[in-house]
């Protein structure tokens, strides 16, 4: 679902929707998407034995460059950095550990 098919559902403009979007979440809802895409990809590096390609594709970048830099952009270190030096999940449910490992 774009921006349009959203302000459409919301009767606005795709302009005043991305405003609004911005004043409500501090974000731009572009960003904000980014920033759900590289969560899931943070719980799935420390969960899933998944190659960071295949972690790429499966959170929804097509592109793996876009994902590492857009990953290093908001958590800091890449992809292949973040799994490294982060330990094992601990068993926990799912809703709990990605709210854990959510970056700021």
């Not at 302000?7 to 409500?24: E, G, K, L």
């Not at 899933?48 to 959170?59: G, L, N, R």
């Amino acid at each position: 679902m774009d921006v349009a098919t959203l302000a459409r559902i919301a009767h606005v403009s795709p302009a005043h929707f991305t405003r609004t979007f911005q004043a409500v979440f501090g974000e731009t809802p572009h960003r904000y998407l980014q920033r759900r895409r590289v969560e899931r990809a943070m719980f799935l590096l420390r969960s899933s034995p998944e190659s960071v390609t295949d972690i790429c594709y499966k959170v929804g970048f097509n592109s793996l460059g876009t994902f590492s830099r857009t990953f290093r952009e908001i958590v800091g270190v890449s992809p292949r950095a973040y799994r490294r030096s982060s330990p094992p999940l601990p068993a926990a449910p799912n809703c709990f550990a990605m709210a854990w490992t959510r970056p700021n």
